[in-house]
């Protein structure tokens, strides 16, 4: 079992690709850092895989460079790239204990098609919660398959349980947490791709 410092560091290799498409933006750490909204110092841990950073940052990262979290991982097999097969998609792990974790984002589409939707599968381990509230521009829409998923919009909360679905602006500042004592699972879809 790993002690705390290790839980924190990224163990999918994010910060090498986000440090290698900085610098084929042609980009310094203190350009980046300020579109994003956080410090050098975070953004070179971040960089040098000693701290795994939360979605909402990584989300903001990836912004300021012009990309998506999508294009961190690996792509599909070439031989069928519109198939994600169970078990062998791309999938984005925050830790459970850290604040805006216990959360995984599982691909549901390929990230190399470039189409207008982006799904994805949210596992939310109880007391997962997003980062706190993020907004961006397009259109958003899930069904909740299993758990309690309080989701907030604005000022507004809603407790959502299986079989239960939303939609929103993604302007509408936005974020949600595990409320209940087991898994959450929901299927999220964005328009355009956000992630």
């Known amino acids: 079992m790993g002690s705390a410092a290790d839980d924190e560091r990224d163990e999918v290799g994010?910060?090498?690709r986000l440090r290698e498409m900085r610098r084929a933006a042609h980009l310094r750490?203190?350009?980046?850092?300020?579109?994003?909204?956080?410090?050098?110092?975070?953004?070179?841990?971040i960089e040098n895989g000693n701290v795994s950073p939360s979605i909402n940052t990584l989300h903001r990262i990836t912004r300021a460079l012009g990309t998506?979290?999508?294009?961190?991982?690996?792509?599909?097999?070439?031989?069928a790239p519109f198939v994600l097969r169970q078990g062998r998609r791309p999938t984005l792990v925050r830790h459970p204990l850290r604040s805006g974790d216990g959360i995984s984002l599982e691909s549901l589409t390929p990230f190399e098609i470039e189409g207008r939707l982006?799904?994805?599968?949210?596992?939310?381990?109880?007391?997962?919660?997003?980062?706190?509230?993020?907004?961006?521009?397009?259109?958003?829409?899930?069904?909740?398959?299993?758990?309690a998923l309080e989701l907030i919009v604005d000022d507004h909360r809603a407790v959502l349980g299986p079989g239960d679905s939303f939609f929103f602006a993604s302007k509408r500042p936005h974020g949600y947490r595990n409320v209940g004592d087991t898994t959450v699972r929901v299927?999220?879809?964005n328009s355009p791709a956000t992630y």
């Open 29 to 45: 750490l203190k350009d980046v850092a300020e579109l994003a909204n956080c410090s050098e110092s975070m953004l070179s841990k």
């Open 187 to 189: 299927v999220w879809v």
């Open 14 to 16: 994010v910060g090498v």
């Open 68 to 79: 998506s979290i999508g294009d961190l991982f690996a792509k599909p097999d070439a031989g």
């Open 118 to 147: 982006q799904a994805q599968l949210h596992i939310v381990e109880p007391g997962g919660a997003s980062d706190g509230l993020i907004s961006h521009e397009g259109e958003e829409m899930g069904y909740v398959l299993e758990g």
